[in-house]
């Protein structure tokens, strides 16, 4: 069984979070969507430069998408080109952006409004970016969605790109059922003078932090529950950080995600680089969420700065000489460290291994082969394709490499030699929760399991009473704890549940959706 953990506050909220569809479609089981796009203007290319260069606005064309269930063609969608470093692919084929409904309000395709075309720059296996997201997925780890397309212009063979969907009030509504809070996306930090997104408290107005983040939706000047956020990253005793850091931020949620960056050596993240991710201020949790983002350089190939073998990176890698507060304390709190290597040797043990990556590597390499070789615009050669799942790859182009000479690693190779390198150097037996309910008084782990669900709470408090729902509301059960216990162990069919502590700590709603 995957078990994976949702928090959230109401039942109706969790409702209508799981019956959204929007995507399904497209992110559906994995296959290869058909995109013609037919621009209306004849000097389309030239009006797609012009605007990247200035004021990014979108220029009208149709589109056609074919999946495996039908064909459907749309008019007057919205294209415009994207990105940074990926803009440096070589000719034409660059990365963009399709608005469906920038000139018709209300058009969208299988019910989204955008969608993220990306080029595969430095990515000769174009596998880096899908397989990270999935895992993301599986794991229960915000994250955008992924699949993959073939792309014509006007008639022409564009090339192969992978597909992922748009971080807005659609994803939240789908993966979390909160869409009412500010969203900010971290900066650019590309080129000289840009800021970085690196939670250094800067001081107490947004003017403060130059171009470091961008308010994307619910857009105010009223920065301050931001920038508090910041504020207490950076000035918290340490005993405040530790007790009340999870009052601020999805706290087991932020560790999971910032375990799976380092074991995939995602230093193009907040971890080096301060750039590709998104915080969320979810108004029903009351906390701040970690959503990521732009994960192209995976398995170890963004190490600028970082001298090394990626697959033997530090597990309790901080950001070396760069600031990076957030991370930098909880790896300095023996507590929060513990719970984050819990996080790092269970992610390791459910799919961080050969054993769960190499089917799936080799499943996506047999998928997207042909594909890839029919590319004729890609940045590397249908040699380096097939010799980049396996092996390293020295590159003297473009981009280069983040390994040792400038190596793109290979990614089953990778994946062993890292995996085994963790697991020499950390200690898994005895940890677990160590710290945990220190800074959250209610918890239910790991989070996905694949084995029996723990609750645990705070052993000075009152010893909880739990109730637990089913999905129709009922009430499937009341757990009572003895006065002794800071355990529970639960096993239930596949479903949804609400477990919901109504005695002895005080918690929001947990829900608990249980796949077979």
């Known amino acids: 069984m995957i078990r994976t953990l949702i928090l959230l506050f ?20 994995d296959h290869i969507l058909q995109v013609d796009i037919d621009f209306y203007s004849t000097s389309y290319w030239n009006e797609l430069l012009s605007e990247y260069e200035g ?61 993220n075309f990306n080029n595969g720059f430095k990515d000769p ?17 915000l994250a955008p969605r992924a699949t993959f397309a073939e792309v014509r212009y006007n ?45 250094v408290y800067e001081g107490p107005n947004a003017s403060d932090y130059g171009d470091a983040y961008d308010l994307k939706m619910n857009e105010s000047d009223d920065w301050s529950d931001f920038i508090s956020f910041i504020e207490f990253i950076n000035t918290a005793s340490d005993e405040q950080f530790e007790n009340e850091l999870g009052d601020h931020l999805d706290l087991q949620a932020y560790l999971r995600s910032a375990a799976l ?12 680089s301060a750039r590709n991710y998104y915080l969320y201020q979810n108004t029903t949790l009351g906390r701040w969420q970690w959503i990521k983002w732009d994960c192209n350089e995976t398995f170890g190939s963004y190490a600028f700065g970082v001298p090394g073998d990626m ?44 054993e769960y990556l190499d089917p799936r590597l080799d499943a996506v390499q047999a998928l997207i082969q042909s594909a890839v070789y029919n590319d004729d615009n890609k940045m590397y050669s249908n040699a380096d394709f097939a010799a980049n799942f396996d092996n390293n ?35 898994c037996s005895g940890l677990g929760t160590s710290g945990l309910y220190d800074w959250q008084p209610f918890a239910v782990y790991p989070n996905p399991t694949d084995g029996r669900v723990t609750l645990a709470w705070n052993a000075s408090g009152e010893h909880p009473t739990i109730e637990l729902y089913d999905l129709s509301g009922q009430l499937a059960g009341i757990i009572k704890t003895g006065s002794r216990q800071t355990t529970h162990e639960l096993n239930l069919p ?19 959706q249980i796949i077979q």
């Open 494 to 512: 596949p479903g949804l549940y609400f477990l919901k502590p109504t005695k002895g700590v005080p918690s929001s709603a947990i829900v608990l």
């Open 155 to 199: 008639g022409e063979s564009w090339g192969f790109y992978t597909v992922v969907e748009q971080i807005d009030d659609q994803f939240l509504d789908r993966s979390i059922g909160d869409d009412d809070g500010m969203l900010f996306k971290a900066g650019s930090n590309f080129g000289p003078g840009s800021d970085e997104a690196s939670l």
């Open 261 to 272: 960056d380092n074991l995939f050596a995602n230093l193009d993240s907040y971890t080096l």
């Open 10 to 29: 109401t039942t109706l909220i969790v409702a209508q979070c799981f019956a959204q569809t929007e995507g399904n479609n497209v992110f559906g089981p």
């Open 55 to 115: 004021e990014q606005n979108y220029i009208p064309a149709a589109i056609t998408i074919g999946t495996e269930i039908g064909t459907t063609t749309l008019d007057s969608v919205g294209i415009r080109l994207k990105g940074n470093s990926s803009m440096n692919h070589p000719g034409n084929k660059k990365p963009f952006k399709v608005d469906f409904n920038r000139f018709i309000p209300g058009q969208a395709y299988d019910l989204l409004k955008k969608l």
């Open 125 to 141: 296996t174009f596998a880096r970016e899908k397989v990270f997201l999935d895992i993301c997925e599986d794991a229960g780890i």
């Open 393 to 427: 790859l020295n590159t003297g182009g473009p981009g280069g490499g983040g390994g040792p000479g400038g190596a793109l690693y290979g990614l089953h190779s990778f994946v062993a030699d890292r995996s085994a390198f963790v697991a020499n150097e950390v200690d």
């Open 311 to 354: 697959t033997q990176l530090d597990v309790e890698f901080d950001g070396g000489n760069y600031d990076r507060p957030l991370l930098e304390r909880i790896l300095a709190n023996e507590n929060l460290k513990n719970a984050y290597l819990a996080e790092v040797c269970e992610l390791r043990e459910l799919y961080f291994n050969s």
